[in-house]
């Protein structure tokens, strides 16, 4: 019967979050979380907790558990004491962030050891005055938050710069990518001009440009920069379409691509997007290292910041690709008619020269707004944390350097001069070793640690392991919750669901047996009446 299911799925979940107590406790850990709606029109809290551990074989791993789904409006409506005559359930920052700790509490009873928290960064969960990250700050003042470095990476281009240009640029191509998407005969006829232009492009399809979908954001750019010349032949033919709709919308987006502000932003778009591709997949993988994501990010910086110094170069290769497609749209790339005063589009620079307005206009504050928006996305208190960076073998930095991470995490150190000694062996053990030997990561390092020699500088290692890096972990989980809430089982109780999507997550889990779950259906106290 359903209810026997129900009882035996909550004895599997019971017995994955004892084993998840045993494997965390007394480890240093951080807490991710996120929320969704559900098919059922459910606000789900998915809260997972990354930690450094050792393997069976004995080398160290991080791990991002998922550990509990829960409706959280009715979490506050029991965690405030709702009567039943208050409709409305306050979503406020402080109800969130206890409900996040309370679950914590409820699987580890002891927290002290959490040092961080990751969100994506909405106002609610992220506010460092009011939000959830402020609720755990204040119980536990060595929990400082992160933004997940995904979002704040590719959230880069879309509010790194106001120029108009790059703006009209964005919305056109989500236009164009809609047009084509939303429809089988365009997608089709599309396919059929990309065909007859007998080229080895290997992309077929457009992709939607999406706010949310980061990944999506910067590979619709550069496939719409690739198919821009069969983007156009098509348009074109679809403006004798016998459909009333197609011949117009295919007429005002050939408008918007013969402009050559356009084209231009769009190149540059696509130059940018190419260097922060790479690194926004690696931040999407499982259990990603800080030294790993901030290598990402420097390097990003690093050649964004090489651009802007020296943007000839760059803005002559942007140019002669609009030059390309402006030849088949029958317009030339030039600037537009500059005034003596604009008030609503920029006119610096020379009007005449092509390459040095569309430098000052375009390239230069689109380069400059994202190195902003980059170096201000992290915080001088996520930058002190990252210094533990400088204990890792390839990062060493000297004693003075680390004192401000000693401060802040000395309670759960020895005396700063058995810290200081522990730091001195553990420079001398990789002196003189070449590059290719020094570990880059926290749990390499941990590997190359004798934890019996130098309990401290393990200690901060796996502090440095546990800080959170991204929120992807969250996002995967609620894939499996969309799996498992389907349209036809969207009406299953909460601790149905959580129990199903936990047992799918920890189906290899070795204390998950038949045994231990038919063990814990036995110590409930109450008679079943099997039904056969």
């Known amino acids: 019967s359903k209810t026997i299911q129900n009882d035996i799925l909550e004895c599997a979940g019971i017995v994955i979050r004892n084993s998840n107590r045993r494997t965390i406790d007394e480890h240093f850990f951080s807490v991710l979380a996120d ?109 400082e938050y992160f933004h997940c470095a995904m979002h704040a990476l590719n ?17 056109t191509v989500q236009a164009i990518t809609s047009f084509f998407n939303t429809s089988a005969k365009r997608m089709h006829a599309l396919q059929r001009t990309l065909q007859g232009k007998d080229t080895e492009q290997p992309r077929k399809k457009l992709i939607t440009l999406c706010t949310t979908r980061f990944l999506e954001r910067h590979d619709s750019i550069i496939v719409l920069a690739e198919l821009l010349p069969v983007i156009i032949q098509c348009l074109t033919e679809m403006e004798s379409w016998h459909s009333t709709d197609t011949r117009s919308k295919a007429s005002q987006l050939l408008g918007s691509l013969r402009s050559p502000s356009f084209l231009v932003a769009l190149f540059a778009l696509e130059a940018i997007s190419a260097v922060l591709l790479p690194v926004s997949r690696g931040l999407q993988a499982r259990s990603i290292d800080v030294a790993t994501a901030a290598q990402g990010l420097d390097a990003c910086i690093g050649t964004l910041q090489s651009w802007r110094d020296e943007p000839e170069q760059h803005v002559a290769i942007i140019l002669k690709k609009a030059e390309a497609v402006a030849d088949d749209l029958g317009v030339s790339v030039r600037p537009p008619r500059c005034p003596a005063k604009a008030t609503h589009r920029a006119n610096a620079g020379d009007c005449s020269d092509s390459a ?84 880059p990561t926290a ?20 502090i440095l392991a546990a800080l959170p890096v991204t929120t992807a972990e969250p996002e995967r989980f609620f894939s499996r919750v969309t799996l498992a809430a389907t349209s036809i089982r969207a009406a299953m109780t909460e601790e149905r669901l959580e129990a199903i999507c936990l047992t799918q997550v920890y189906r290899e889990c070795p204390d998950l047996t038949v045994d231990a779950v038919l063990e814990q259906f036995c110590q409930k106290p109450w008679k079943k009446s099997f039904v056969v």
């Open 35 to 143: 929320e969704t709606t559900d098919r059922a029109g459910r606000e789900q809290l998915v809260v997972v907790l990354r930690y450094a551990t050792q393997q069976a074989g004995g080398n160290w791993c991080v791990r991002e558990d998922p550990v509990r789904v829960v409706d959280l409006l009715e979490e506050i409506r029991l965690g405030t004491g709702m009567t039943e005559e208050e409709v409305e359930v306050k979503m406020t920052e402080e109800n969130v962030g206890n409900v996040i700790l309370e679950k914590v509490r409820e699987l580890l009873g002891d927290t002290h050891k959490l040092i961080g928290c990751g969100f994506d960064g909405a106002a609610t969960m992220s506010s460092q005055n009011i939000g959830a990250a402020a609720v755990l700050k204040r119980k536990h003042p060595l929990c």
């Open 155 to 171: 959230l880069c281009v879309a509010a790194g710069c106001k120029q108009r240009d790059v703006q009209a640029c964005m919305t």
């Open 356 to 439: 040095t307005y569309f430098r000052i206009n375009c390239f230069i504050p689109l380069i400059s707004g994202t190195l902003e928006q980059l170096k201000a996305r992290f915080g001088h208190r996520q930058q002190i944390s990252f210094k533990l960076c400088g204990l890792l073998p390839a990062q060493l930095k000297p004693w003075v350097e680390m004192g401000p991470v000693i401060l802040r995490y000395k309670e759960f150190l020895e005396a700063e001069a058995v810290v200081e000694a522990e730091h001195g062996i553990w420079v001398a053990m990789w002196k003189g070793k070449s590059a290719e030997l020094l570990p």
């Open 443 to 462: 749990v390499a390092a941990l590997d190359n640690c004798p934890h019996q020699l130098l309990p401290n500088i393990s200690s901060l290692l796996q």
